[in-house]
């Protein structure tokens, strides 16, 4: 069992950063691959990046990709989203996620992830 618990979203112009983090109790965290999803209102939930359990691999989004970075601290039982050049259409509720198996085939996939957080929200208006 994983619990995971999501922290840093706010209010932002376009062009600023912010940096999200997922907080995970459990014992076994370093053997879980990470992913950050996002959903806005009346919308499909969002594939943002995700993370292999060993922190060796990353995977983006397409929309996201040079602007956002994802990464862990396994000894702390962490996982954080640090996004720049942030723009309206980042505007979501983020989720951090978890999965035994979330960085095989089927990475991206939401149905593939164990474990979800609460979500924090993140605005980027002018």
């Known amino acids: 069992q994983v619990q995971l618990v999501e922290s840093g979203g706010g209010l932002v112009q376009p062009g600023g950063s912010l940096r999200l983090s997922c907080a995970a109790s459990?014992?076994?965290?370093?053997?879980?691959?990470m992913a950050w999803f996002r959903q806005a209102p009346g919308q499909e939930r969002e594939f943002v990046a995700a993370?292999?359990?060993?922190?060796?691999?990353?995977h983006y989004a397409d929309s996201v990709k040079g602007r956002f970075t994802i990464s862990r601290d396994n000894a702390k039982n962490m996982v954080y989203l640090i996004m720049s050049r942030l723009k309206p259409d980042d505007t979501a509720e983020y989720y951090c996620?978890?999965?035994?198996?979330?960085?095989?085939?089927?990475?991206?996939?939401?149905?593939?992830?164990?474990?979800w957080g609460q979500g924090t929200q993140v605005t980027v208006f002018s």
């Open positions: 459990g014992r076994t965290f370093s053997s879980y691959d």
């Open positions: 996620a978890a999965s035994l198996n979330g960085y095989g085939p089927g990475v991206g996939d939401p149905n593939v992830m164990d474990y």
């Open positions: 993370i292999k359990y060993s922190g060796d691999n990353t």
